[in-house]
DNA sequence: TTTCATTGCGTCGTTATGACACAATAATAC
DNA sequence: GTATTATTGTGTCATAACGACGCAATGAAA
């Protein structure tokens, strides 16, 4: 496992071992009191939050390029990640933008400096148990943070649009992907995977045609604790039956939302 | 528009305007005589068939260099194409399979040559109307031909593999993509229409149910005209009303299959 | 002990779905 | 020119799924 390199040592000898012009972002989903979150950086010296990313060693595959950078953020070893697009558009690679916070942060750059090429960047998301993250920033920025889905606004170069297709891509493969399981703790409550789905979704569900729906694909099972601190009523916790829920998203879980 | 570089200029000065370590492959379908077809290439001096591909420019949008070599293989300019997938392990990028097949070409290539590198490739996935395609070679292949998508065996490096997952997208997008309309002619028969379901799927539909769901989706009008010339009973011609096809895509076709 | 929001469990009418029957039709065989 | 045959157009029927909603049970707070 090799060592976060500094910055310097990245611009400066990068090109050796970095391939040319291939970057990685990750789109980092957490569910958390009822919000869908992302990871955030928030950048040294500028006003923006990005996305985390990073590139990729000459000889190193870009599925293990995006474990290693999601290993880095959160302290999580297994992940469930999903690539989903390549934003391959020239304009994206605007020159000035990283010269002038690289410049902020005391370092030089020569115009030919591999950091300054036009950069192709393979999209990545993934979800991870909110509780278990321990966030942790870059050497390129100040802070590290969840932020609720629906707050953000602006993100650094063309993050938010990147983000956007995550959650669009996320939505379309609702139905193959193990949100619950990957997204929730182990044991959890019927109004919380309500809650996960509807925002995903971004509509409300009802309450009672949710349940019955959920049971009936037969991969969730109620447990005999209820979740008890509430302001009401104790719901019942429930846990997935893993190979069934496995099972049955290789199919696709049948019907719309 | 560019012209098509021959292979010696590619080898020799390709590193000059290509990006570096970047290419693309096109997984083109067609639907003909109740197949869902591919198009590929069959290459010079080896018994190998091969997904049309090609590199990227320095300042070409990836889009855009996906659509030249459609528009290269096919003749066609209007095209429907969707980025499914990067494909981007190391041991994908075999040096001797390049210079083996170079070297039977009569083309010399130094060890250090850009085409030696590893690369990494971005699948796109296009649907076209069969009858309006003119296959036609590139530099590096001898034939281009409409293959059955369940025919194909082996191709060349791990195009097998991204055709597979060309695939397997396509049944999951279904319900988000216009599959009828691109790879249909303007006027089509209903049950050419759920052949081709059924192929994509891999699986029978009953005849008289699937009429009645993919008619009540409305957006396919009946023509007063029908299909006369089959061995039997005449069937019906239908077409698409782009406007509510398009309304209806965007919210994803409801239900599964 | 009462209040109140939430949860668990149901009902009911409508719609969608899967399985199947039967008549109409167009080319072909006779 | 008539019969044959495979295919298409249309409809039925029982069952399952779905959307909308009612109501009692619960547990914390008033």
Not at 76 to 86: A, E, S
Not at 132 to 147: I, L, M, R
Request: glycine letters at 6%; a positive charge.
């Amino acid at each position: 496992m090799k060592r976060e390199l500094s910055i310097k040592e990245t611009i400066q000898r990068g090109a050796n071992f970095f391939m040319p012009s291939l970057s990685l972002d990750c789109v980092i989903f957490g569910f958390h009191e009822n919000e869908l979150k992302v990871l955030l950086l928030k950048m040294k010296n500028a006003d923006t939050w990005a996305l985390p990313g990073g590139f990729i060693y000459k000889e190193e595959d870009i599925e293990n390029a995006a474990i290693r950078v999601l290993r880095e953020r959160t302290g999580l070893h297994d992940i469930f990640l999903r690539q989903f697009h390549v934003f391959g558009q020239p304009s994206r690679s605007e020159k000035k933008f990283h010269s002038n916070l690289l410049r902020k942060d005391g370092i030089k750059v020569s115009k030919d400096n591999w950091i300054l090429q036009r950069f192709i960047t393979v999209g990545y998301y993934a979800l991870v148990d909110f509780a278990t993250v321990t966030p942790e920033p870059d050497q390129s920025s100040v802070a590290c943070e969840w932020k609720d889905i629906y707050s953000i606004q602006d993100l650094f170069m063309d993050h938010k649009h990147i983000l956007d297709t995550a959650l669009y891509t996320l939505r379309m493969q609702l139905n193959y992907v193990p949100i619950g399981h990957k997204l929730l703790p182990q044991k959890f409550t019927m109004p919380e995977l309500q809650k996960l789905y509807e925002t995903i979704l971004g509509k409300k569900l009802d309450r009672r045609n949710f349940q019955r729906r959920i049971l009936s694909f037969g991969f969730i099972k109620r447990l005999k604790e209820t979740r008890k601190g509430g302001a009401h009523k104790a719901p019942f916790l429930y846990s997935f039956d893993l190979k069934k829920y496995k099972k049955a998203l290789e199919q696709g879980l049948q019907g719309g939302w």
